[in-house]
C-alpha cells in the first residue's frame, strides 16, 4: 500500500511537470512550425517548400532511435532534455541559413528542430509509464492537450516575434526561430532538474545500466507479434501522414492569394492556431472517450474527421473560415488517432519492451509523415491544394481496411473495451 502511494505522488508530481513544459515546448515548436513552410519557400521555391516540414518530421522521426536508447540505459529525463537541445541548436542554425541564404544549412536546421518533436512525442509515453490502466488514454491525452496553450498562442506570436529582431538584420520569416530556441532550452533545462525520480526508472520500462539492451528491432517483433499494437502503430502512422501533408501546405496556398507578408502570416496564425486547437484541445475528452467506448471506436472516428476534413479543406479555395473548419477537423482526426493509437500500443506490447515499441511507433509516424510533407509540396506545385487534398483521404484507405480486419482483444490486466 505505501509502494502504491508513493507511486501515486509520483506520478502526480510527473503529470504536472509534464504538463507545464509541454506548454512552453508546444508554443517554441508551432511559432516555427507556422512560418517555416513560408521561409523555404521564400529561400527555395514553392516545389521545395513541403521540405521544410518534411525534414523537421525526419529529424524528429530518427531522433526516436537515440531517444529511446536513452530511455532504456538512463530514463526519460536525459532523453527529453538532450531531444529539447537539439533542437534549440536546429531553430538558431534556421536563423543563421536565412541570413546567410543558406540553403543546405537551413534543412539541416529544419531537420534538427525535429527534435522538439520527438521529446513532445516521448512525453505523451512518459506520463503512462506510472499511470493505472483503466487511467492509461486519460493521463496520456492530458500531456497532449498541455500543449494546447502554447501552440494556439505560439502562430500568433510568429507575426511580433517575426520583427522584433529586424533592427539586428534577422529576416522576419527567421526571427520566430530564434525564440522557439530559447523556449526550447528553458524546457530541457526544467526537465533535468526536476523529473525525479524518473518515471521510466520506476516502472520498469527503463532498465538502467545493468538491464539488458533493447532496440528498436526489438520493439519491431513485439509490435509485429500483436495485432493490437500493429493496428495502433498504423493508426498514428496515417493519421500523422494525412496531417502533416494537409499542414505543410496550407500556409503556401494561403499565400497564393496574394497578400503581402505580414498579412499572410495573420491569415496563418488564425488558421494554424485553429489546426492546433483540432489536435490538442480536445484530447482529455477523447482519452475519457478511449477509456469509455474502446480503442478501436476512437480510431474509426478518427478516420471519420479525417475524411471529412480532406473534403472541406480541399474545397475551401482561398476561404479563411473554410479551411480553418477544415484544418480544426484534421487536428480533431489526428487527436483521435494519436490518442487511441498510442494508448493502444502501450497497453498490447510487454513492458520491458514497451519503449522499444514506443520508439519504433514514432519512427514509423514521423517517416509517414515526413513522406508526405515532401511529396506535397511536389503535389501542389504540380496539380494544385484540391488533389492534395484528395490523396490525403485516399491515404486512409488501408487504415480503415485494417481496422476492419483485426481482431482487438481486451487486455487482461483491465476492462477496458478495445
Known amino acids: 500500500m505505501v509502494e ?21 515546448s508546444g508554443m517554441g515548436v508551432a511559432i516555427g512550425s507556422s512560418v517555416g513552410a513560408l521561409l523555404a519557400a521564400e529561400l527555395a521555391g514553392v516545389g521545395l517548400s513541403g521540405l521544410a516540414q518534411s525534414a523537421a518530421v525526419v529529424g524528429g522521426a530518427l531522433a526516436a532511435i537515440p531517444a529511446t536508447a536513452m530511455v532504456h540505459r538512463h530514463g526519460r529525463r536525459p532523453s527529453l532534455a538532450a531531444a529539447y537541445g537539439i533542437a534549440a541548436v536546429g531553430a538558431l542554425l534556421v ?26 512525442f516521448q512525453a505523451r509515453y512518459a506520463a503512462v509509464d506510472l499511470a493505472p ?6 493521463h496520456l491525452s492530458l500531456i497532449v492537450w498541455a500543449t494546447t496553450i502554447g501552440a494556439v498562442a505560439g502562430p500568433h506570436l510568429a507575426a511580433p516575434a517575426g520583427t522584433a529582431l529586424s533592427r539586428f538584420g534577422i529576416p522576419t520569416l527567421a526571427a520566430p526561430y530564434f525564440f522557439s530556441a530559447l523556449l526550447f532550452v528553458i524546457t ?7 523529473l525525479r525520480p524518473d518515471p521510466a526508472l520506476l516502472a520498469g520500462t527503463a532498465g538502467g545500466e545493468g538491464g539488458a539492451p533493447r532496440r528498436l528491432r526489438d520493439g519491431l517483433r513485439a509490435v509485429a507479434a500483436r495485432a493490437p499494437a500493429v493496428l495502433g502503430v498504423t493508426a498514428m502512422a496515417v493519421g500523422h501522414m494525412v496531417m502533416v501533408g494537409i499542414m505543410a501546405m496550407t500556409p503556401v496556398h494561403i499565400r497564393g492569394a496574394g497578400h503581402d507578408a505580414a498579412h499572410t502570416l495573420r491569415i496563418v496564425g488564425m488558421v494554424i492556431s485553429v489546426h492546433i486547437a483540432g489536435m490538442y ?6 482519452g475519457w472517450l478511449t477509456d469509455r467506448l474502446g480503442r478501436r471506436p476512437v480510431i474509426f472516428a478518427g ?27 484534421v487536428g480533431l482526426g489526428w487527436s483521435c488517432t494519436m490518442v487511441a493509437g498510442s494508448t493502444l500500443l502501450s497497453e498490447s506490447v510487454p513492458l520491458e519492451l514497451r519503449a522499444s515499441a514506443q520508439g519504433l511507433s514514432d519512427l514509423t509516424m514521423g517517416l509517414a509523415g515526413a ?6 509540396g511536389v503535389v501542389v506545385s504540380a496539380w494544385g491544394f484540391p488533389v ?18 483485426i481482431r482487438v482483444e481486451i487486455p487482461k490486466e483491465s476492462a477496458i473495451k478495445v
Open 4 to 24: 502504491v502511494l508513493k507511486t501515486d505522488a509520483v506520478q502526480r508530481r510527473t503529470l504536472r511537470l509534464l504538463f507545464a513544459t509541454q506548454i512552453v
Open 388 to 405: 492534395l487534398a484528395l490523396a490525403a483521404a485516399i491515404a486512409t484507405v488501408p487504415l480503415i481496411v485494417l481496422g476492419m480486419a
Open 95 to 120: 536563423v543563421v541559413a536565412a541570413v546567410r541564404g543558406s540553403l543546405p544549412l537551413l534543412f539541416l536546421g529544419f531537420f534538427l528542430f525535429g527534435g522538439a518533436t520527438a521529446a513532445n
Open 133 to 138: 490502466a483503466a487511467l492509461r488514454a486519460r
Open 303 to 329: 478516420i471519420g474527421l479525417l475524411l471529412a476534413a480532406c473534403a472541406l479543406a480541399g474545397g475551401a479555395g482561398y476561404n479563411s473560415s473554410r479551411l480553418g473548419a477544415g484544418l480544426f477537423l
Open 371 to 376: 513522406s508526405a510533407g515532401a511529396l506535397s
Open 188 to 194: 530541457g533545462l526544467a526537465l533535468l532538474a526536476l
Open 281 to 286: 484541445a480536445f484530447a482529455p475528452f477523447i
